[in-house]
Nanobody, 120 residues
């Protein structure tokens, strides 16, 4: 019922920048908070950044000052601007959104993931 499509991953050198985008589509009444998570093999998925409909943000300590999350409530999109990238940022990045659907309950949805590789 809700699809999240991510774009913008790729290979970048240390110190470089990438911008990830995620768009929600499908059948839903409303999208609430949206966020970005990342996962490396053998480790659990972790929160990178989160933004509410009121534009309140939360960041993992490791990305504060380097990453910026933004959200367009009208278009149901969320972006993650990643600057000064480090090899430790290498991971699969997943978009997440909470959506109100036909059962009048909030459900959490995930995108398919996009690979970000930081390497020289």
């Amino acid at each position: 019922q809700v699809q999240l499509v991510e774009s913008g991953g790729g290979l970048v050198q240390p110190g470089g920048s990438l911008r990830l985008s995620c768009a929600a589509s499908g059948t839903f009444y409303s999208i609430n908070g949206m966020g970005w998570y990342r996962q490396v093999p053998g480790k659990k998925r972790e929160l990178v950044a989160f933004i509410t409909t009121e534009k309140r943000t939360e960041y993992d300590e490791s990305v504060k000052g380097r990453f910026t999350i933004s959200k367009d409530n009208d278009k149901n999109t969320v972006d993650l601007q990643m600057n000064i990238l480090e090899p430790e940022d290498t991971a699969v990045y997943y978009c997440n959104a909470d959506a109100l659907i036909s059962d009048m309950r909030w459900h959490s949805y995930w995108g398919q993931g996009t690979q970000v590789t930081v390497s020289s």
